[in-house]
């Protein structure tokens, strides 16, 4: 009996952990070519990408860059041939945290909600 509890605690405790969600703080991502851009992570386990001066940014994983996307509720996130502006901390300094922080257009926040839902329940279009 004891030996279930543990065993239920612990499998609780792993299904906590891997829904929780991302980190609500300004990030500074580095490009492969040394550029670097500030963004914040949103969403969860589920369903995850990066806000930068009002845009979504996703990884590619081929080459290692990080481009913006666009967003479309039957398509999902849609990968540009755009990258994110560069950012050098001294060019921009108290302003990139600033620029990193500007909100999403509202038909883009609808749209990745709808994203974000069909996610949660497994009808992510992939």
Do not use: C
């Not at 991302?22 to 500030?38: D, H, I, Y």
């Not at 540009?80 to 257009?105: H, I, M, Y």
């Amino acid at each position: 009996m004891k030996l279930m509890r543990i065993f239920l605690m612990m499998f609780l405790l792993s299904v906590a952990a891997f829904s929780s969600p991302a980190l609500k703080r300004t990030v500074t991502f580095t490009q492969p070519n040394g550029e670097t851009f500030q963004g914040q992570y949103k969403g969860d386990a589920s369903f995850h990408w990066i806000e930068s001066d009002g845009n979504v940014i996703v990884y590619n994983p081929k080459d290692k860059y990080y481009y913006k996307a666009i967003v479309d509720k039957t398509k999902g996130l849609i990968m540009t041939d755009e990258k994110p502006s560069a950012l050098t901390t001294e060019l921009r300094g108290l302003n990139a945290v600033k620029s990193a922080k500007k909100a999403l257009s509202e038909i883009d926040k609808r749209n990745i909600y709808i994203l974000y839902k069909k996610a949660k329940t497994g009808n992510y279009p992939r």
